[in-house]
């Protein structure tokens, strides 16, 4: 079965930073990986995905993520973060076939002006 | 566009009670899936649905039952209501039911069992 960890419970970085969220992942097959954001008391807004093909996978908002095969991470990245993007954020995989949707326990992210 | 609704947005329980969920896809998509999300936890699948035909189902117990209708909305029921039941429910559309299709997610109904 597949599974999601996000090794991180809370990231802090300064405004105007980098940032990065980090998952790992674990899955039979090729891996089709998601990323969402949450808002408060908000459902989930989908922000990019990796099918297959570049490993560097653009999304919403500036943010980015870099799948790793052999490292089979997902970490989403943005240049330069925003007291905006302060929300919690949640990495997810799917395998191949009729599977449902796994989702990690979510990372908080709070960017600091 | 729209994108998926839910209803109600929030709902106050009774242990014991039953209760009944509705979602509305984003036009055109035909898949509903649902997720049970519990404070400080990610989603968890319940149920997927495509063209009235259910395609999945969580590690969930039967009190929980799912449909979807015609024009492709859905609902969640959960009998007997246990504390543990109290959570935000997600609802996610998709274009069809492939591994690949992003779900866009409602806003989620929060049930609380007392």
């Known amino acids: 079965a597949q599974s999601v960890a996000q090794p991180e419970d809370q990231v802090n970085v300064a405004e105007g930073n980098p940032l990065t969220v980090k998952c790992t992942y674990s899955v039979s097959g090729n891996p089709y990986l998601f990323w969402y954001v949450q808002y408060p008391n908000r459902g989930l807004q989908f922000l990019l995905k990796?099918?297959?093909?570049?490993?560097l996978v653009k999304g919403s908002y500036g943010f980015e993520a870099e799948f790793n095969k052999s490292q089979t991470s997902f970490h989403l990245k943005k240049p330069s973060a925003l007291v905006s993007d302060s929300a919690l954020y949640f990495c997810?995989?799917?395998?191949?076939?009729?599977?449902?949707?796994?989702f990690g326990k979510g990372t908080r992210l709070s960017v600091i002006a | 566009d729209a994108g998926v609704t839910q209803s109600p947005t929030h709902l106050i329980k009774t242990r014991g009670q039953h209760v009944t969920l509705r979602c509305s896809p984003i036009s055109g998509h035909k898949s509903v899936s649902w997720y049970q999300q519990v404070l400080g936890q990610g989603p968890q699948f319940i149920f997927q649905y495509y063209e009235k035909e259910e395609r999945g189902r969580g590690n969930f117990p039967d009190r929980f039952s799912a449909r979807q209708f015609p024009n492709y909305s859905s609902e969640l029921n959960v009998n007997a209501l246990l504390l543990g039941d109290s959570a935000l429910y997600l609802c996610?559309?998709?274009?069809?039911?492939?591994?690949?299709?992003?779900?866009?997610f409602g806003p989620g109904t929060r049930l609380t069992v007392l």
């Open positions: 990796y099918i297959t093909g570049d490993n």
């Open positions: 997810a995989v799917r395998a191949p076939g009729n599977t449902p949707l796994v």
């Open positions: 996610a559309s998709s274009p069809l039911a492939l591994p690949t299709d992003t779900q866009y």
